[in-house]
Nanobody, 124 residues
Framework: QVQLVESGGGLVQAGGSLRLSCAAS????????LGWFRQAPGKEREFLQA????????STRSSLKGRFTISRDNAKNTVYLQMSGLKPEDTAVYYC?????????????????WGQGTQVTVSS
């Protein structure tokens, strides 16, 4: 089992930056793929980025390449999402999730554990 807690959300102006954190506990952190998803009001949850701990496998939503960067610190059992060049359409609840896989996946059905989410609001 893995427990996940997101933090770092808040209100930022368009063009600004924000770093989200996800602290994991309960099981060997490095054995899980960690991914970031988001869900905007009235829209379905969408995949953002994922990064494995053992193989170095990664996956990124093409539209976010160059603006969002995922990283992880296994010593701290924490995964991060660095966001820059934020736009109002980035406003959403952001979730981290864990999948027991050696390859990064963009399919939310592969993720068995989810955090509670953290709100990110980008003002224009």
């Amino acid at each position: 089992q893995v427990q996940l807690v997101e933090s770092g959300g808040g209100l930022v102006q368009a063009g600004g930056s924000l770093r989200l954190s996800c602290a994991a506990s309960g099981r060997t952190f490095s054995s899980y793929v960690l991914g970031w998803f988001r869900q905007a009001p009235g829209k379905e949850r969408e995949f953002l980025q994922a990064l494995s701990g053992s193989s170095g496998s990664s996956s990124t939503r093409s539209s976010l390449k160059g603006r969002f960067t995922i990283s992880r610190d296994n010593a701290k059992n924490t995964v991060y999402l660095q966001m820059s060049g934020l736009k109002p359409e980035d406003t959403a609840v952001y979730y981290c999730a864990a999948a027991r896989s050696e390859s990064a996946s963009s399919n939310e059905d592969d993720y068995a554990y989810w955090g509670q989410g953290t709100q990110v609001t980008v003002s224009s």
